[in-house]
T-cell receptor, first 113, second 114 residues
Framework: AQKVTQAQTEISVVEKEDVTLDCVYE???????LFWYKQPPSGELVFLIR??????QNEISGRYSWNFQKSTSSFNFTITASQVVDSAVYFC??????????FGAGTQVVVTP | DSGVTQTPKHLITATGQRVTLRCSPR?????VYWYQQSLDQGLQFLIQ???????AKGNILERFSAQQFPDLHSELNLSSLELGDSALYFC?????????????FGPGTRLLVL
């Protein structure tokens, strides 16, 4: 069975600070997929990024970057120069070969002006 | 806007009743997934359909059932409702099936059972 751990319950930052969200995904599968989703106060779930387990290259997209390390099962996500609109709950999720997503408990990010 | 639509947006009903939640996937997507989000259980996968057929099942109660129709829209039926069924129900869709597919979520249906 898969397990997704987001140890941080809430992170509070001041605008323009960087925010790093931690995620640990444990599975026996050799091939799996990792995702980050954002849930703003309005409630919808917004897809942010996806990573395959066989690709450990770190990437940057705009203000978002992510760091995947297979050896430690960690899939961390960073928001650079945070803005008030980044305030939301961020979920890490792992997908098995069938496509079923297992979500972490979420991390509440609060960005104050 | 993800392109996934869900109706109704809000639903208030009483214990013991039955409700139907509806989902229309993004244009071209063949897979539909249902998730439940509650305060105590978090986000949980319920069931997946691909091109009309059930593909995977998660923590879905026997009182709940779903189907995907030929036009690819899906319905989630919840019966003999209990207070604990109050939650946000999400539908998601993806182009195909399999782990590498990105799932795009609808806005959700907020169900309140009184």
């Amino acid at each position: 069975a898969q397990k997704v751990t987001q140890a941080q319950t809430e992170i509070s930052v001041v605008e323009k600070e960087d925010v790093t969200l931690d995620c640990v995904y444990e599975t026996r599968d050799t091939t799996y997929y990792l995702f980050w989703y954002k849930q703003p106060p309005s409630g919808e779930l917004v897809f942010l990024i996806r990573r395959n387990s066989f690709d450990e290259q770190n990437e940057i997209s705009g203000r978002y970057s992510w760091n995947f390390q297979k050896s430690t099962s960690s899939f961390n996500f960073t928001i650079t120069a945070s803005q008030v609109v980044d305030s939301a709950v961020y979920f890490c999720a792992g997908g098995d070969s069938w496509g079923k997503l297992q979500f972490g408990a979420g991390t509440q990010v609060v960005v104050t002006p | 806007d993800s392109g996934v639509t869900q109706t109704p947006k809000h639903l208030i009903t009483a214990t013991g009743q039955r409700v139907t939640l509806r989902c229309s996937p993004r244009s071209g997507d063949l897979s539909v997934y249902w998730y439940q989000q509650s305060l105590d259980q978090g986000l949980q996968f319920l069931i997946q359909y691909y091109n009309g057929e059930e593909r995977a099942k998660g923590n879905i109660l026997e009182r709940f059932s779903a189907q995907q129709f030929p036009d690819l829209h899906s319905e989630l039926n919840l019966s003999s409702l209990e207070l604990g069924d109050s939650a946000l129900y999400f539908c998601a869709s993806s182009e195909r099936t399999g782990g590498g597919e990105t799932q795009y979520f609808g806005p959700g249906t907020r169900l309140l059972v009184l």
